[in-house]
């Protein structure tokens, strides 16, 4: 189990949650990842899950990137190299699709006990379409949210921000996992209405996830903050906590899948302003605290730990 939350505004949207992956109530995946940023043909959204670890044999963030790609990386249940180009079409349709066909059943054929840990699954970005064949976009804000439900007829239940809001609807904000929604809306709320910088509004999240981490062993206090903004330019801030297990002067990165990009979470060490781009769509990663500049660089791909 895990806490993510997602906010919705005209200007970004911003997705924060915890990494703590968990068997149970107790910790099982130091270094797990449960976010992907999708860099699709018509969007860029953040994907964040809360819920079972392992659906099969493989990790449900590495699941859930499979059926985005429509394809399997590994048969032997490991991460893909790194690659940029190709030509595969991936939109936010089918990859909500894909992940909501693969609930309906493949989490379904899973046993009962397994199934009671439900999943749930949020996304948040921009997504476009061509406005009478110009060239120009006209990006729209989405917040998007579904789960795996034992009594519907079509196996998920799900929530969806209106298609278009007005300006009198600021902002629209989900959580998947631990149950405080009022409480984040409240807080969500104070930090909307603030004159804040950018790296003030992902302190107040991070501060925010960690003060609701403290009375649940199933919330860490690690995490990650990802900002689309509407020009969708991506910043991915990842928060170290005070007595963090990671590695010195590293970070660790989500998944970056997309038409033209298969980047699996990656160990970052001793690099400043790192980042990649994709279709013209950049990704930055930053570290609080910031990372020291070093002498040695490094970048390798995170260990899978796999089902016991």
């Known amino acids: 189990m895990t ?3 997602g906010i ?7 997705q924060a949650g915890d990494r703590l992956l968990t068997l149970g109530k107790e910790p099982w995946d130091p270094v797990a990842n449960q976010t992907i940023i999708l860099i699709a043909d018509n969007a860029t959204a953040t994907i964040s899950y809360s819920g079972l670890s392992f659906i099969g044999k493989d990790q449900t963030d590495h699941w859930l990137a499979e059926k985005i790609a429509g394809e399997v990386f590994d048969e032997h249940h490991g991460s893909p190299p790194i690659t940029i180009g190709g030509d595969r079409k991936i939109t936010l349709g089918s990859a909500a699709n894909a992940i909501a066909t693969g609930i309906a059943t493949e989490f379904r054929s899973l046993p009962k006990e397994l199934r009671k840990q439900n999943i749930q699954v949020l996304f948040s970005g921009f997504t476009w379409k061509r406005i009478r064949k110009a060239t120009a976009f006209r990006p729209r ?4 949210y579904c789960e795996y439900d034992e009594k519907r007829t079509s196996h998920i239940k799900g929530w969806r921000s209106p298609r278009w809001w007005g300006h009198n609807d600021p902002y629209y904000t989900k959580t998947v996992g631990a149950s405080i929604q009022e409480r984040v809306v409240n807080a969500v709320g104070q930090i909307s209405s603030s004159a804040m910088t950018m790296a003030e509004v992902e302190l107040g999240i991070r501060d925010l996830i960690r003060d609701i981490s403290e009375g649940r062993p199933t919330v860490g206090d690690e995490c990650y903050v990802t900002t689309i903004e509407r020009d969708q330019r991506v910043r991915v801030c990842f928060m170290r906590a005070n007595e ?5 002067n590293s970070i660790y990165t989500p998944w970056i899948l997309g038409s033209s990009i298969n980047m699996p979470p990656q160990l970052l060490a001793g690099m400043i302003g790192v980042g990649v781009e994709s279709r013209g769509r950049s990704v930055d990663f930053f570290s609080i605290p910031e990372l020291k500049q070093a002498a040695r660089r490094s970048l390798t791909g ?3 730990k796999t089902w016991p």
């Open 3 to 5: 806490l993510h939350i």
């Open 8 to 14: 919705a505004t005209h200007a970004r949207a911003i």
């Open 141 to 144: 804000p989405f917040l998007w």
């Open 244 to 248: 963090s297990k990671t590695p010195e």
């Open 302 to 304: 995170q260990v899978r």
